[in-house]
């Protein structure tokens, strides 16, 4: 299968023009999705910076488009109920003509929820049981059925999700690597995942999460695996770095120490995203932090016919 490439374009420190202009250069350059945060505060350096949000920036985004897949990398399950999830979802489909994902994961950022009343949970734990109900109930409403749950944390009475998304099947995409619960929703009830980290960590993952397949009777290909990295592509190391030192400045931040980060040539970018292939990532996704640089999301294509 060829190597599918996204970009995820950070919505803080940014203007509206800006990230729009860089989610249209990502489809002209042949990028096949586009895909965005869903946070209410910067999450990056202060958090008090400007910052869109995500479903309405996606919507947005598919009027000036017309090919790529639009979704959240991922959305936050504390902030929506299901259902208005999957209906926010359905909508997307239909204004994007069938191209809608709908990312989702347990939520981590507890300032954002602080400061706008939002239920955060007492623990990890209980987000992510939260998780797995609410993924459960998206995919019987985004299936069409009628759905009546009286669960640990959600409560449906005939709930119905019409019309129906486009899609014949819209895909529930899960973010998040903790090896008991979230990767067992993503062998339960997920379309698509995405990680990050060096090729130790995410080997050990995917073991983890064919293991939950393995339980539960589900064949791990029909999972889509995503791998995300931030990425800035110039013909030499040194050059990319400067412009990466520009980004952390212009979101008043530092490097992240333990991020496997993609700075050089096409040649050296293909270089490291090549051992994941063998393994099933099917897609890879460019991190862009604002300013977006477009030289990267222009250049991105070249990495493309480098790993065939």
């Known amino acids: 299968m060829p190597v599918r490439f996204g970009a995820q374009l950070w919505p803080q420190g940014t203007d509206w023009p800006t990230m729009r202009d860089a989610a249209v250069a990502a489809e002209a350059a042949g990028g096949d999705s586009v895909w965005t945060w869903d946070h209410l505060l910067a999450i990056q350096g202060p958090w008090q910076q400007p910052i869109f949000e995500g479903w309405m920036s996606l919507a947005a985004i598919a009027s ?28 997307l489909d239909h204004v994007s003509d069938g191209r809608a994902i709908l990312g989702i994961g347990g939520a981590w950022f507890e300032r954002e929820h602080e400061a706008f009343g939002i239920p ?5 734990g209980e987000r992510l049981d939260w998780l797995d109900e609410s993924v459960g109930l998206m995919r019987r409403l985004l299936n069409g059925e ?45 379309d698509g995942w995405n990680t990050s980290g060096d090729l130790e960590t995410v080997q050990r993952l995917l073991e983890i999460l064919g293991n939950h ?8 290909g029909d999972i889509e695996l995503t791998v995300s990295f931030p990425m800035v592509i110039r013909d030499t190391v040194a050059e990319a770095q400067a412009v990466r030192a520009a980004q952390l400045a212009h979101n008043g ?13 096409p040649e050296l970018a293909a270089d490291m995203i090549r051992p994941y292939l063998p393994l099933g990532f099917s897609t890879v996704i460019a991190r862009l932090a604002a300013p977006f640089d477009r030289e990267t999301i222009d250049r991105i294509g070249e990495v493309s016919e480098l790993l065939g």
């Open 120 to 124: 955060f949970g007492a623990t990890t």
């Open 253 to 265: 931040m530092t490097e992240q120490s333990n991020a496997v980060i993609l700075l050089g040539s």
């Open 146 to 190: 009628l759905v009546t749950h009286d669960g640990p944390h959600y409560r449906m009475v005939d709930a119905l999700c019409e019309p129906r998304p486009i899609q014949e099947r819209l895909p529930i995409l899960v973010g998040g690597s903790g090896p008991k619960k979230t990767l067992r929703t993503v062998a339960r009830h997920a």
């Open 64 to 91: 000036l488009t017309s090919r790529v897949r639009l979704g959240l990398m991922v959305g936050a399950n504390t902030f929506r109920n299901p259902g208005l999830t999957a209906k926010t979802a359905t909508t």
């Open 213 to 220: 397949c393995q339980d539960l009777g589900r064949d791990l």
